[in-house]
Nanobody
Framework: QVQLVESGGGLVQTGGSLRLSCAASGSIFSINAMGWYRQAPGKQRELVAAITSGGSTNYADSVKGRFTISRDNANNTVYLQMNSLKPEDTAVYYC???????????????WGQGTQVTVTS
């Protein structure tokens, strides 16, 4: 069974740091882009950061300079290092991955279950 499993969320004070991890498991041929989205109460889900298989990255303007996305291709894992956290970063964070599966080598987008990040003032 293919799945993405997230870890690392929690409660932190303003200015603190957290590191999120997301590991893909199952019968996976390869992984293209991976990324992190977040959804705050009453708001739409938004892209936070993304990284290609080659390591190119892009970030939402609101997190540039504070968050860093990285990946470990050998372990099918993506990370999000979050520094200088602000109360407006409070949200459920979801990882996503474009997985190449099956004998036909088709791409499917998978989502993690979500992990809560709460930043207190």
């Amino acid at each position: 069974q293919v799945q993405l499993v997230e870890s690392g969320g929690g409660l932190v004070q303003t200015g603190g740091s957290l590191r999120l991890s997301c590991a893909a498991s199952g019968s996976i041929f390869s992984i293209n882009a991976m990324g992190w989205y977040r959804q705050a109460p009453g708001k739409q889900r938004e892209l936070v950061a993304a990284i290609t298989s080659g390591g190119s990255t892009n970030y939402a303007d609101s997190v540039k300079g504070r968050f860093t996305i990285s990946r470990d291709n050998a372990n099918n894992t993506v990370y999000l290092q979050m520094n200088s956290l602000k109360p407006e970063d409070t949200a459920v964070y979801y990882c996503t991955a474009d997985l190449i599966l099956g004998s036909w080598r088709r791409q499917y987008k998978y989502w993690g279950q979500g992990t809560q990040v709460t930043v207190t003032s």
